[in-house]
Nanobody
Framework: QVQLVESGGGSRQAGGALRLSCKSSGSTYMHTCMGWFRQVPGKEREGVAA????????FWNEDVKGRFSIILDSPLNTVHLDMNDLKPEDSGVYYC??????????????WGQGTQVTVSP
């Protein structure tokens, strides 16, 4: 099995920045990608971004393009989500995911416990 542990959540004012990190351990050979989902209040859980061990990345959420970036350190099995120009609507619980790139589900077979991000106006 794969264990995912997130860190870096917290509170920021709008316009601020935050880095989320997630380390994978256990049977890390079982996943080719790592990424992030989020649960925003009042909305369904949604994918944010994912990165493949080869360096490829993709964004599932158009609203974060240009503001967020994802970095996968494959040898360390660690993925970072750099969030800039934060908006109040970015507030929510962010979940680290890992799985198969393009799989079903896409890069999200394994889930972390989640970390809270709160952005105030």
């Amino acid at each position: 099995q794969v264990q995912l542990v997130e860190s870096g959540g917290g509170s920021r004012q709008a316009g601020g920045a935050l880095r989320l990190s997630c380390k994978s351990s256990g049977s890390t050979y079982m996943h080719t990608c790592m990424g992030w989902f989020r649960q925003v209040p009042g909305k369904e859980r949604e994918g944010v971004a994912a990165a493949h061990r080869s360096g490829l990345s993709k964004f599932w959420n158009e609203d974060v393009k240009g503001r967020f970036s994802i970095i996968l350190d494959s040898p360390l099995n660690t993925v970072h989500l750099d969030m800039n120009d934060l908006k109040p609507e970015d507030s929510g619980v962010y979940y680290c995911v890992a799985g198969t790139w393009g799989g079903n589900p896409d890069c999200s077979k394994f889930w972390g416990q989640g970390t809270q991000v709160t952005v105030s106006p």
